[in-house]
């Protein structure tokens, strides 16, 4: 049997890739590096100008959770009871967070650690998105390559990596969820289209593991949830039902939603929520469809033809029947308030002031599709109608994804994440259907030796391809037809184009990274090493995370906002007068209260500005609140000369505002001239009764109260 | 009974007298005692000049209460030319105090200086005071000097910061007097041994206490040119604590309105010191000024705190530098090196409860002993391991602890530390990684060239030469194409020589192919699967066509161009 390896030695040179086919593979390579190399670069912006440092909110969350897995272990991780936070009800941490993001970041770590690599963890969480962004680099190339061809998934790699919506939620330091999570959706997606055109079995188990990744990553897997099922309704709807299909969505659902109910988070939510219930009935149906199929090709038609009214007659029976035993015995949760607004953008603001009151839950503004987009806003109708001339299985996911992304990313600001890869990939078919047969003429321009018949545009452009190619290929005399794409991506990449959109994404990073660094008192480590151990500090909930990062200190409430009525309680703390609201703090047991205030400082997300959240919010538990008290007669929110006299009297007003009326910080505003309302203040004078001053930072930015103690008699 | 056991106390008493006489005999006296108390300072400077009474001196013993012994940074003995003489402390433990020995040398001054450092030992009092109240520290101490012999004659000058000071319960205290910031105790005569009257006093003094409560200063050495050095501080103002918090406007109003605060510390670095980092547990602090280098002071790094430390406020951060290493490490030859190592911390300001050095040698450094001459250096010295960049055993990492330092109080010296590293160790940290890129990339293509399918072999081969043979028609038909290709590309006057040139070095190629595709199919044959075989014969039917149409239309084309060529010659001759 020595006979075939002699011949696959014989024929190795045959075989193996042809000198062309391996030049492509380098240039693909090579692009996709460079891809990989810029996106990592640009995302270290703030490192560079500023620190190794976490930024915002929830970050501080992950990392303190990642701190906790790294030096105690899974197990300590996984029961972990962090009383430090939603004092006195704790939180209980392994069961209600996705922990995809700390296992990914403790992976990298003990690799590093094995390979004699001492690197901080806090380090490895700050470079975590960076990294990630590379991988979503590689991971959008084959997933275009799956749906259009090598050359859109160039073109896809390479927008990604600079894509403003994807960006700013992956800058060095913001060790987010979403992230991680962004490379696993699309590495689901990728597989689904795999699975869906291979029909193997394989590559439908690798799905199902890219799945459990999305699952443990981000809530946002639910998107994966839904639109796999429409995809495959879609395929059914418009003919295109096969075997590949069925035994794709069939392991995707049977292993996929075994696995994810493996994250305690999610457990028995993935068979009981009305969220996963469109999978199972889509999966239902298929079932029904591929044997009613079979019995197709069984029986005589006419005896078809009656065997599946009845059996659609029972099964829709039966269907609706377990629906309302479901719905009637509590089995099937009801819908949440995040799902009702995602179907109707208006809903949170009227009913959930909680889900209102954060920005990134708002309705996105036309405008920020153009920021978070730039030009491929312009790019993805023409890489639709691409997609449309030459239709696929692939090509199919892809168009359902793009609209509905583009649907989402219209209820709410934050899921623009969802929206720029799928932005990226249409642009990418459409920028490589645009430009690939033009190279083509480009280059038949460049071949003809009489120059002088050109006209000046057409003399630059095959100058420059003429220089990439000596660049490139030296003369080596290969056919450089097939490399046309890659010309008008140097081309491309060394224009205009580039340099624009970094600029872009850089100025974009700043802005953020002025919000993120304009807290350095605000981070301000007094908490840590003043207060007692066991003290407990009570500010908005925006702050929680970060109180408990940087301080070390246990809060009454935090950014897991999964009590309501807790962080309702802290919100009327806040809008009583003082005496009351030192009795409710009696009651929560509060040692200090922290309290942001940029009316120094001109930094405007201070908490007098987010004060209305906290009166509707606490609305939910004292219906006596009135938030008309606290505005102007004539229904204004202001500060100065005519404000409500309830918000005067406010224990948030008076934190704030504290001898505040007695200094003056600029030479032409007097004395209690507030720079972020820009306006003086109504009361000026007043005194604390229950609260006393126990630390203001340099800019007046954090004002930390301690709450004074009962007195001795009476 | 009563009368025996009367008699044997009474002889008892009379032996134990004779005893005391005797022993009384031995100890020797001390002549005269001046004592001065420096209270200026956040730590507390004891100078005691002693002169000796008669007798042969071997050693002085000096004793401190427990009290005093919590409190005791250093203990320093000069004779009167200002020799440091040897001090040693006494492991066996009396109940009520320690005890230190000094040997005196063998030509006995009769005078010596004893200078001792307390931290700790001043106390705010009252605890909490007023926000712009004044700080008053409280200070206890013996009337007389602690000590194990008899005096004849003694003083003690206790130096105040301010005038402003009084002694708690004064009328009781002996030869009391006062001279401005002085207090005057004595002189008193003929002080027995062992005398323990305190007394106590309460001064105005709003120097801020700044205490280390641990600082710990590591050094990496590395002999490819840097020493590292990490220091860190968790720092507290032990002073008194102001009533009803902190209130910013009147600190910002006026920065003399809290009067106990610190809200910067110098830190004196070395002249080379770069990469100069003032960062704590959230990130950089960006508040601090580098200066110099200054030929004399070396590099000033004034850090400026986050908030101003008012009494009872505690913070702590880190510095870190760099400098050259050849300053501080010198080769010995045969591998052996030595290496000079700083004892202080950079910031001297402060008193120091704990501090810590730990200094990480090379990895692979043996036979490592370390000298220091200075006594009360450290308490305890440990051998640890630690691992850092590309480490696979481990630095050793000699850890160094002290109770009770005071930085500024004397001359501190240099720690000299010898070990032996082999020039292995140092090339080690750049191959290693050369050569696990080297092995990770040899494995890559041997795992690229390997096949790992898991089919049956019958098939595989089958597979194999299905593969080939496809592989090779493709290559005959592709290079087809480029025969095509490259003719239709002949524009203009193309010469007939360089046209049938380019069609034999194709038809050579075509030739070596049909050849392999030849043995090919004879092995096809040979393995007897009628499928191959008839998909092999079906392949090289359309080759063969397609060979015939191309030489078809070579001969034609080049019978044209030949015709082209003589009328081209024919038009040429007219």
Redesign the interface.
Known sequence: MGMPTQLSINYTRTIGLSTKQQQQLLFRFAVLLIACCVSFCIRLFAVIRYESIIHEFDPWFNFRATKVLVEQGTFEFWNWFDSASWYPLGRIVGGTVYPGIMYSAATIYHILHALTFPVDIKDVCVMMAPLFSCFTNIVTYFFTKQVSDTTAGLFAACFIAMVPGYLSRSVAGSYDNECVAITAMILCFFLIVKSVHTGSLFWSGLTCLAYLYMVASWGGYVFITNIYPIYVLVLILCGRYSQRLYVAYSTFYVIGTLLSMQIRFVGFQAVQSSEHMGALIVFVFLQCYCFVNWIRSLVPRDVFVTLYRIFFLAVGAMFMLAAFLATATGYLGPWTGRFYSLLDPTYASKHIPIIASVAEHQPTAWGSYFFDLHILSMLVPAGIYFCFQNVNDGVIFLILYGSFAAYFAGVMVRLMLVLAPAACVLSGIAFSKLLVPNVAQLRKWEQKKDESQWSEIKGVASSWIGVVRRFYCLDSGVDLYSFGWLEVLVLFSSGWFVVVIVCFCASLCLVRLRIACSEPSFRSSWLRYNTKVDAKILSWWDYGYQISGFANRTVIVDNNTWNNSHIATVGRVLNSPERKAFQICKKLDVDYVLVIFGGALGYSSDDINKFLWPIRISHSVDSTVDESAYLTADGNYRVGEGAGPALVESLMYKLCYYRFGEVQFDRGNPAGYDKVRGEVIAKKKFKLRYFEEAFTSRNWLVRIYHVKDLPNIG | MDAWKRRLCVLFFVFSLFQIAYSAKEVHNIERLDRTIDLNKNFVTEKVVIKLGKGKWDTLELIFSLQQYECLAQVQVEDSSNHILPVKEQQETEVLFRKFVVVLGSTPEDTLKVTSLYMNCLKPKPRVIPKDGDQYLYYESYVRFYCPYEVKEQKTTINFPHSQFHFIEQEKIPQLSFNGNKAILGPYKKVPSMDSMTFGVRFRHNTPLLTGSQVANTLKVSHWGWLQVLESYDLENKGAESK??????DF??NSHYYKPVVEDVVARLPTEARDVSY??????I?SSHLRGPDRSKGRILQLKF??PLIG?????FFIGYRVPSKKYLKSLGSNQYQLRVNIPPSIRSIVIEKYVLRVALPEGAKNIAWDYSVPFAFDNVNNETM??????QGRPLLVFEKRNMVPTGMNWGSLVITYELKIWNLLEKLLLPVVFILILLAGLSLASRLSLYLRD??E??NS??L??LY??HC?LSDTYKEAIHNFSIMKGSVITEQFSTSYNSIHARLKELEL?LE??NK?IA?LGNVKLITRANQLTEIDKTKHEILQRWYSTTRSKLSNLSSLEKEIGQY
């Not at chain 2, 009803?244 to 406007?249: A, E, H, K, P, Q």
């Open positions: 009803g918090g902190f209130s910013r406007l910002q109003s960062k704590d547990y959230v990130g950089n960006t986050r908030y009872g406020w505690k913070n702590a691992f850092d960049l590309l480490d696979i072999d019958t595989a081969s194999v030469c593969n080939n592989s090779l290559a392999q043995l090919l092995k040979s």
